[in-house]
């Protein structure tokens, strides 16, 4: 363990469920629901978001965590720590590593914290806190680790899918192709998260089901002998 170091990443990570909340500082961004807001993971559980979710009038929007609050968990951080790692999700997808970027440039501690742009999100960014926990707890320097993590991320590879892209595309995360003639397959789309971006990669079509030719893509994109980490999440049964 590296006591000096302080690790901080947001609330998209889900490291609780990785044994990493007691080591980890979770910064929570705010997800507003027909105008009301809820501090991700604090006021509202995965559970309540998609209770939520199933009765929403509006698309549900996050808000990244303000510059401010950033500032104000550095500040803390650096009372008791030499040095703060901090990992959070694509800066394409929020605004997040901005405001970390920018609350250590107000403070003046770029020589102090380390801001990551994972270029991933949820438990892939989790998945990534391990990594970089390992590696601090081995004694590697922050800097080291950003480089560490930074080469794990282009490795990565993320695939899921959704029962309909409507909220994608109205939220701005997902360009709108240009418009097609409906199909009895528009609700089986896989995507990917490839360098911070989401893409709508492929709509499955015969017999093959959504997980078995995320599968299938995850077989090509690996050599059969190569040891990966491997993680399946599924979230919101349709209804329920």
Excluded at 2 to 18: K, M
Excluded at 44 to 55: I, K
Excluded at 192 to 208: H, K
Aim: proline letters at 5%.
């Amino acid at each position: 363990m590296s006591p000096s170091v302080a690790r901080v990443t947001d609330s998209t990570s889900e490291v609780s469920a990785l044994g990493l909340s007691t080591t980890w500082t979770v910064v929570p961004l705010e997800i507003e629901i027909d105008g009301r807001r809820f501090m991700d993971g604090q006021e509202l559980s995965s559970a309540d978001f998609y209770a939520l979710f199933q009765q929403a009038n509006t698309v549900p929007v996050t808000v990244p965590p303000s510059a401010d609050r950033f500032a104000a968990v550095y500040e803390r951080l650096l009372e008791d720590h030499q040095q703060v790692l901090s990992i959070h999700l694509s800066g394409e997808l929020s605004r997040t590593v901005d405001h970390a970027r920018e609350a250590v440039e107000r403070l003046g501690a770029s020589e102090r914290v380390v801001v990551v742009d994972s270029r991933l999100a949820g438990l892939p960014l989790g998945l990534l806190c391990l990594e970089a926990e390992a590696r601090l707890a081995a004694g590697q320097e922050p800097d080291e680790v950003a480089r560490a993590v930074e080469a794990v991320t282009k490795a990565t590879r993320v695939y899921f899918s959704v029962y309909t892209l409507d909220f994608l595309y109205l939220s701005g995360r997902l360009e709108r192709p240009p418009a097609v003639g409906a199909t009895d397959h528009d609700d089986r789309p896989i995507l990917a998260l490839s360098e911070g971006r989401l893409s709508l990669i492929e709509r499955v079509v015969g017999e093959r089901t959504r997980v078995e030719r995320m599968v299938d893509r995850l077989a090509a994109d690996y050599d059969p002998e190569d040891p990966i980490v491997a993680a399946c999440v599924h979230a919101g049964a349709r209804g329920k």
